[in-house]
């Protein structure tokens, strides 16, 4: 016996037997129609399927000429529920705003980063200490041979850096 689907035309072969008197609950293999499908004779359905598929070629004949594609829904895979669903990330809606959204930019200091500002630092103190250097003197004389010894010893490392680089 030919069942034929109500939704998506498609024709399927069922076995005689399969199909009582009562009726029985049937579903389209394609698009998943259900329907209560009852035996029919045979001369009805000849004429049944003589005139669908004289439908099925006008059918056929109008989207042949009017194509239609079928296009499925794509999944947005950024949206909160997703990423939580698929990824396990939670995104605090919180700090949503309706306006556009500013991306933050974290600003890292590397490691020459902080070596520059050392430098700056310690260059800076050592021009404070040749600005104040009588000052500091006259208001603490005992002071005056631990600055000399400063000063002796960065110009060894002056020398020495000067003689390593040449």
């Known amino acids: ?27 389209c293999g394609s698009c998943a129609n259900k329907w209560t499908q009852y035996p029919t004779e045979e001369k009805q359905l000849k004429k049944t399927e003589i005139i ?14 009017n194509i239609i594609k079928k296009t499925r829904a794509k999944k947005n895979l950024y949206t909160a529920e997703y990423l939580q669903k698929k990824h396990g990330i939670i995104i605090n809606k919180a700090n949503d705003s309706p306006k556009k959204k500013v991306l933050e930019k974290k600003i890292n200091f590397g490691f020459y980063s902080y070596l520059i500002i050392l430098f700056v630092f310690l260059i800076s103190l050592f021009g404070i200490l040749e600005l104040t250097k009588e000052i500091i003197i006259m208001q603490y004389p005992s002071l005056e041979a631990y600055i000399d010894y400063f000063y002796e010893v960065i110009n060894i490392v002056k020398l020495s850096l000067a003689e390593v680089l040449n």
């Open 1 to 27: 016996m030919l069942v034929n689907c109500k939704n998506c035309q498609k024709k399927f072969v069922v076995p005689d037997n399969a199909i009582t008197e009562s009726g029985r609950l049937v579903q």
């Open 52 to 65: 669908k598929n004289t439908n099925l070629k006008e059918t056929k004949a109008v989207k042949s000429k």
